[in-house]
């Protein structure tokens, strides 16, 4: 082969080296290019006009299409959100001084020479005003919790004072109804939120004193797990049918057999949600006849 062969070899060689290199180079880009629009979408920050189309390849210029209509909804979304929660706390507003008022009066009323027909009217008046303020705080917790207005701070610390803060909270109820509340002696550490773990077990506590009948007891313990703590809360009342135990936990929902039970149907949604927030979990044991227990489980400290 002449020296002018060689030379043509050589210089497609060093052409085809040149083109892979260029290629390399130009997918590299693109990866980048992709990299940082997945990077500013997962922070907030993406905008299609920060890409020059031209200079894109038909992967990046509908991949940056969906990046800015996927950032668009996710802003719509909470906006509707902060407009729900605005509306929901203007509600509690404008409704905390009536509700109060009504439940003034009709305690006024009820300490009046009344005829028992009266009464009677005036016990249903009382009682329909303290759930509707329920439902409302109920309301206002699970939106202010759902929309991040109020976050959950976890730390390690002892089960003990928040439990019994909590029983204390619904002895007055219990005592009432005629129902004991047993504690376990507690001897052990969990990360949770302090505040909004009360809520959950007092809410936990408040639906087992309600289906507990007059006479019996509600139990509280405290199982340590590898890597969990359990805080279990048991009743004797009429159980839960196992097709119903998976929505108890869902908004508003009540069983079929409990219409008529005082509640709306929020308390353990939220024990849910704030055992989530926490890095937790909530289920639900029973069986019809048997009374039902419900356990909270909290990271280990």
């Known amino acids: 082969m002449t020296a002018y062969g060689y030379a043509v070899i050589a210089a497609v060689l060093l052409l085809a080296a040149g083109l892979v290199l260029w290629d390399r180079r130009r997918t590299r880009r693109i990866i980048d290019n992709l990299n940082r629009m997945l990077e500013l979408a997962m922070q907030g920050d993406f905008t299609e006009k920060q890409f020059d189309e031209s200079l894109l390849s038909a992967v990046e210029t509908r991949l940056a299409h969906y990046l800015a209509a996927a950032t668009t909804s996710a802003r719509n979304v909470q906006a509707e959100k902060d407009k729900l929660q605005a509306l929901?706390?203007?509600?509690?507003?404008?409704?905390?001084t009536p509700i109060s008022n009504i439940l003034?009066?009709?305690?006024?009323?009820?300490?009046?020479?009344?005829?028992?027909?009266?009464?009677?009217?005036?016990?249903?008046?009382?009682?329909?005003?303290a759930k509707l303020q329920g439902l409302i705080d109920a309301l206002v917790k699970t939106s202010r919790l759902e929309s991040g207005v109020i976050a959950l701070h976890p730390a390690p610390g002892p089960l003990a004072p928040m439990l019994a803060s909590a029983v204390s909270q619904l002895a007055p109820k219990a005592e009432a109804k005629g129902v004991q509340i047993i504690q376990e002696a507690v001897r052990a550490n969990a990360v949770f939120d302090p505040k909004w773990t009360e809520e959950a077990v007092y809410n936990l506590l408040d639906n087992a004193v309600k289906y507990t009948p007059a006479g019996d007891a509600v139990r509280i313990g405290v199982a340590v797990y590898p890597m969990f703590c359990a805080i279990s809360v048991s009743d004797t009342g009429p159980g839960?049918?196992?097709?119903?135990?998976?929505?108890?936990?869902q908004r508003f929902y009540r069983g079929l057999e409990?219409?008529?039970?005082?509640?709306?149907?929020?308390?353990?949604?939220?024990?849910?949600?704030?055992?989530?927030?926490?890095?937790?979990?909530?289920?639900?044991?029973s069986r019809p006849g048997a009374g039902s227990t419900f356990s909270l489980y909290l990271p280990g400290a």
Do not use: N
Not at 262 to 278: D, F, H, N, S
């Open 104 to 129: 003034l009066y009709t305690q006024l009323l009820s300490e009046q020479a009344l005829p028992e027909e009266s009464r009677t009217c005036v016990s249903a008046l009382e009682r329909q005003a």
């Open 88 to 96: 929901i706390s203007d509600i509690s507003h404008q409704t905390k």
């Open 258 to 285: 409990h219409q008529t039970e005082e509640g709306v149907g929020i308390g353990l949604y939220l024990v849910r949600r704030i055992a989530e927030r926490q890095g937790g979990y909530v289920k639900v044991s």
């Open 240 to 249: 839960i049918p196992e097709d119903e135990q998976p929505r108890v936990f």
